[in-house]
């Protein structure tokens, strides 16, 4: 909370009502990096909003999140697709066996 109050006022009151959850610390550096290139607070706004813009325009074009996967007796199976097994078959012949001449 102190590094909110530490802002100044107009600083702030952006980031209330900010689209985007910013973080105090990421207000102050580029506060910082304005200042020290000798900007206006009008500008600092400035530079947050084009940031804020940004950031959102590269979430739009982000991919959507995937959902965790369904349970596998979830999944829809077109008709007469029988459903996996549940466990291995009792007898196999995978290899380790010989088969009787």
């Given at each position: 909370?102190?590094?909110?109050?530490?802002?100044?006022s107009?600083?702030?009151?952006?980031?209330?009502?900010?689209?985007?959850?910013?973080?105090?610390?990421?207000?102050?550096?580029?506060?910082?990096?304005?200042?020290?290139?000798?900007?206006?607070?009008?500008?600092?706004?400035?530079?947050?909003?084009?940031?804020?813009?940004?950031?959102?325009?590269?979430?739009?074009?982000?991919?959507?999140?995937?959902?965790?996967?369904?349970?596998?007796?979830?999944?829809?199976?077109p008709?007469?697709?029988?459903?996996?097994?549940?466990?291995?078959?009792?007898?196999?012949?995978?290899?380790?066996?010989?088969?009787?001449?």
């Amino acid at each position: 909370m102190q590094a909110f109050d530490a802002l100044p006022s107009p600083v702030r009151s952006w980031l209330s009502e900010a689209a985007l959850p910013w973080s105090p610390a990421s207000c102050r550096k580029i506060l910082r990096q304005a200042r020290a290139r000798g900007e206006s607070l009008n500008d600092v706004l400035a530079r947050l909003d084009r940031a804020q813009t940004k950031a959102l325009a590269r979430d739009r074009h982000a991919p959507p999140q995937v959902a965790a996967a369904p349970d596998h007796d979830e999944i829809p199976r077109p008709q007469g697709v029988a459903p996996a097994l549940r466990s291995a078959p009792k007898s196999s012949s995978y290899g380790n066996e010989r088969e009787s001449p």
